[in-house]
């Protein structure tokens, strides 16, 4: 039996002496600590999706046959999302059309978001561009968990969404400390009293 209302519950809070650090690593095992084996894998396999090592067409064959709702649509706007970079790169770069694009169908339907990436793509300051995709990919997460309070999606949500915080982090704290308030404040405004 997987007790969501209790992982959900221990998530990470921030004090106000929060200032951008973060054991990333030592949150993610707490969850993955409190996880029934089934749930264990699902997670396991969205974290090696955050490997860009590991983002191949076989990587996103297996996501598009997971059990999980969250992981088979998360990966898909994903791989539309990181297509829709290379498809802007060939044509900025005179290469041909679909060079290195990771096409799964013969026939795939056209992505929704393909003119808002390529809007966001089309800017010239690389950090607000990268912020923009972020801010894309963090509210689809926000779709694909809509309504749900305690389940196995809301955790996966959390960390997707931490794996952004993270970057963030990296690269501009002050961005990165803003992100993690606005995740933990998403965490508190979505708690309900247990009946």
């Known amino acids: 039996m997987n007790n969501y209302e209790y992982i959900i519950a221990s998530l990470p809070d921030i004090s106000s002496s929060f200032r951008g650090e973060l054991d990333y690593q030592d949150v993610l095992d707490q969850i993955r600590s409190q996880l029934s084996g089934k749930d264990k894998a699902i997670f396991d396999f969205l974290q090696q999706g955050f490997d860009p090592e590991n983002l191949n067409s076989d990587f996103y064959l297996q996501a598009r046959k997971s059990p999980n709702a969250f992981v088979k649509a998360y990966f898909e706007y994903d791989r539309r999302v990181r ?47 990268e912020r923009a995709l972020d801010d894309l990919m963090w509210e689809q997460i926000d779709k694909l968990c809509l309504l749900q309070v305690f389940s196995l999606d809301v955790i996966l949500a959390f960390c997707a969404k931490l794996q952004i915080v993270v970057r963030w982090l990296k690269l501009d704290p002050q961005r990165g400390a803003q992100l993690f308030k606005e995740l933990v404040n998403e965490i508190r405004n979505n708690k309900k009293p247990i009946e």
């Open 83 to 129: 297509n829709c970079k290379v498809s802007f790169l060939n044509k900025a770069l005179g290469r041909a059309e679909g060079l290195d694009e990771l096409i799964l169908d013969e026939e795939e339907e056209e992505f929704e978001d393909r003119a808002k990436v390529f809007e966001v793509l089309g800017s010239s300051d690389i950090l607000q561009r």
